[in-house]
């Protein structure tokens, strides 16, 4: 099974902080990766598939990048409604497997 | 908009059964696939496997066979995850999502609409 891992775990900033969070797959998946947003009590979100095309209505504050093993998600500026955990997946290949998460906390 | 609504909560015994439904909403059901996801109490998520909805063929990730089953009604667009002989690690929040596809030397699955989750408590 590809191991997804994300660092880091949690992390704390403030309103207007650019915010990037990496992914780094045990072994190449192209750019077979997606982005989930999930916030407390909520089903996730998905932002972004094909490692840096955003899903339909997604803003354009949320930017995805990488190939290969290592990827990052980017929020250019972060807003009160961005605090929340954030998953990454691939589906390269079967099991399709998520990283285990980044908690984004209010500084 | 795509709507995916998941029935309610269950509170079932040890070696009972639940089965929990997907009932989709404004698109053509059996154009997307349905892949399934578990979410344990404070955990990650985790991919069940996923169902074509035109054919009902269901593929499962290792750790999800024999006691779970996917299945559709689709006159009624709903896809349904069945779980047997529950034990309390099956504890969970239960969510179902569309699986949109793009060709890329052959064709890659993705998530786009997530349900609405189903928590499922296993307790005596």
């Known amino acids: 099974d590809i191991q997804m891992t994300q660092s880091p775990s949690s992390l704390s900033a403030s309103v207007g902080d650019r915010v990037t969070i990496t992914c780094r797959a045990s072994?190449?998946?192209?750019?077979?990766l997606a982005w989930f947003q999930q916030k407390p009590g909520k089903a996730p979100k998905s932002l972004i598939y094909?490692?840096?095309s955003l899903q339909s209505g997604v803003p354009s504050k949320f930017s995805g990048s990488g190939s290969g093993t290592d990827f990052t998600l980017t929020i250019s500026s972060l807003q009160p409604e961005d605090f929340a955990t954030y998953y990454c997946?691939?589906?390269?290949?079967?099991?399709?497997?998520f990283g285990q998460g980044t908690k984004v906390e209010i500084k | 908009q795509v709507q995916l609504v998941q029935s309610g909560s269950e509170l079932k015994k040890p070696g009972a059964s639940v089965k929990v439904s997907c009932r989709a909403s404004?698109?053509?059901?059996?154009?997307?696939?349905m892949t399934w996801v578990r979410q344990a109490p404070g955990q990650g998520l985790e991919w069940m496997g996923w169902?074509?909805?035109?054919?009902?063929?269901?593929t499962y990730a290792q750790g999800f066979t024999g006691r779970f089953v996917f299945s559709l009604d689709t006159s009624v667009s709903t896809a349904y995850l069945q779980i047997s002989s529950l034990k309390a690690e099956d504890t969970a929040v239960y969510y179902c999502?569309?699986?949109?596809?793009?060709?890329?030397?052959?064709?890659?699955?993705?998530?786009?609409?997530w349900g609405t989750g189903t928590t499922v408590t296993v307790s005596s």
């Open positions: 999502a569309r699986l949109k596809s793009y060709y890329s030397f052959a064709y890659y699955y993705y998530m786009d609409v």
């Open positions: 404004r698109y053509i059901f059996t154009s997307y696939p």
């Open positions: 169902i074509n909805t035109n054919t009902g063929n269901p």
């Open positions: 072994q190449g998946i192209s750019n077979y």
């Open positions: 094909a490692a840096s």
């Open positions: 997946q691939q589906y390269n290949s079967y099991p399709w497997t």
